[in-house]
């Protein structure tokens, strides 16, 4: 009889607990995220974007492709942003010196929003 009633009871609080929560977004959970590149309106291609996160998660990186286009998952955040050298060859070298050099290392106030969803970075 007293199993009986522990039962009753524990069962429903078991599935209270289960249903609360958003399970349709789980915390850490990558989203993609794809945009463009352009260095003064032009497609910026052959460098890394590296988007490094201001608070949880992991740092993305993406390589533009010749129209600038890239394709990558983060976890949705604040992230700084820059552009680095996408391998140690020579066409990446020579492509990297096209961006200007502040934006070769990341800084604090030059931030993205990533949620998945398109992301355009227009480099001045």
Do not use: H
């Not at 993609?32 to 003064?40: D, R, Y």
């Not at 996160?53 to 286009?69: F, I, K, N």
């Amino acid at each position: 009889m007293v199993r009986l009633v522990l039962t009753g009871l524990i069962f429903p609080v078991c599935l209270m607990l289960v249903g609360c929560g958003d399970s349709a977004t789980p915390v850490g959970e990558k989203k993609e995220t794809s945009g463009k590149v352009t260095l003064k309106g032009q497609p910026l291609s052959g460098v890394k974007l590296v988007l490094q996160p201001l608070g949880d998660g992991a740092e993305a990186y993406a390589v533009t492709g010749q129209d600038g286009a890239f394709k990558t998952s983060a976890t949705p955040g604040q992230y700084a942003w820059y552009f680095d050298a996408k391998d140690g060859t020579p066409a990446s070298a020579a492509a990297l010196r096209k961006v200007p050099e502040d934006f070769r290392s990341g800084k604090m106030d030059r931030k993205v929003s990533v949620g998945g969803g398109d992301l355009n970075i227009d480099v001045k």
